[in-house]
């Protein structure tokens, strides 16, 4: 169900694109936002939200938006391994509730792993704070 309805332009990234909602920031162009997921799976868990193509889920976006924006991912998954520099790097991405999708507007998640460290579980976990974000955030930004 949820992996076919429409567009809800209120979604809580739609508000943050718009500047409704505060994030904290890690790049943006003209294609895309990322920043710092809320709920963390490990340090540096980034978001790569694209602007255009009010797409829910992959399947939703339109093909001429998708190669500006997988490089854009890309281009952000670099960055976190630059100013990281973790032992790898999960990409993730999820369509639909029953596939563990929360938030219905497309969204990479870029999630830095160290070997002997635990990934926290998907949208669970204590909420970080913005002052504990961005002192990550800024060595990701360094790397661009
Ligand atoms: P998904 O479940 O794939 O739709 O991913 C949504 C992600 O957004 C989860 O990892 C949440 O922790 C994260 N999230 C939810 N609300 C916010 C927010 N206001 N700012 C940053 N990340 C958020």
């Not at 009010?54 to 938006?65: E, Q, S, T, V």
């Amino acid at each position: 169900m949820t992996l076919h309805a429409s567009y809800d332009p209120e979604n809580i990234f739609a508000k943050i694109l718009r500047g409704q909602m505060p994030c904290v920031k890690v790049y943006e162009d003209a294609v895309a936002l990322a920043f710092m997921d809320v709920f963390p799976q490990s340090e540096g868990h980034t978001l790569v939200v694209p602007k255009a193509g009010m797409a829910r889920n992959f399947l939703d976006m339109p093909g001429d938006w998708l190669g500006s924006y997988m490089l854009c991912v890309q281009k952000i998954a670099r960055a976190v391994e630059a100013g990281l520099k973790p032992d790898g790097l999960r990409i993730m991405q999820f369509n639909g509730a029953a596939a563990g999708q929360t938030v219905f507007h497309l969204h990479f998640h870029v999630i830095p792993v160290w070997e002997g460290r635990e990934l926290g579980r998907h949208g669970a976990g204590a909420m970080a704070k913005p002052d504990e974000l961005e002192p990550v955030a800024a060595k990701i930004r360094a790397a661009f």
